[in-house]
């Protein structure tokens, strides 16, 4: 038998990492299953849902050229339902303008020029603090 990308076959758990299980295939060939193809939830610990002489059934997903084989059992299992919508709507920040498109939020120009402007006040008391520090010499000379 084959192992070809999309089939699907059953096998024999026969080692168990911290990064997946390998399995042994029919023809003899081993696959891996990676901790994240293991289950449809958070995997913290492959030995919780898989030990060794198990036999799964799996999905393969890649064949290489070096002959590593690709598994999944996740794959095979129909998508866990999503999480009902919250009954109570959820209240935006209260400064989370973008949300609702709200007429009266300044722009991005707008929040820019203010920078720029208080920047340049900025600059300009700290220049005449340090000037007033050094007894105002760097500030006009004339010679």
């Known amino acids: 038998m084959s192992i070809e990308v999309g089939s699907v076959v059953e096998g024999v758990v026969t080692g168990i990492t911290n990064f997946g299980a390998f399995v042994e295939l029919p023809g003899g060939k081993v696959g891996l299953i990676h901790i994240s193809e293991v289950a449809d939830v958070y995997v ?5 849902f898989l ?15 070096r002959g590593k084989i690709g598994l999944s059992i996740k794959q095979l299992q129909p998508p866990s339902p999503s999480p009902a919508p919250s009954p109570v709507p959820r209240r935006a920040p209260a400064n989370d303008n973008r949300r609702f498109g709200k007429v009266n939020a300044p722009s991005f120009e707008d929040k820019l ?9 900025r600059l300009g008391d700290l220049k005449r603090n340090t000037e007033s ?11």
């Open 44 to 48: 913290r610990d492959v030995k919780d």
């Open 51 to 65: 030990k060794e002489q198990d036999t799964v059934k799996v999905k393969v997903l890649s064949v290489d050229e």
């Open 113 to 121: 020029t203010k920078f720029l402007k208080d920047s340049d006040e």
């Open 133 to 143: 520090k050094r007894g105002g010499r760097g500030a006009a000379r004339s010679q």
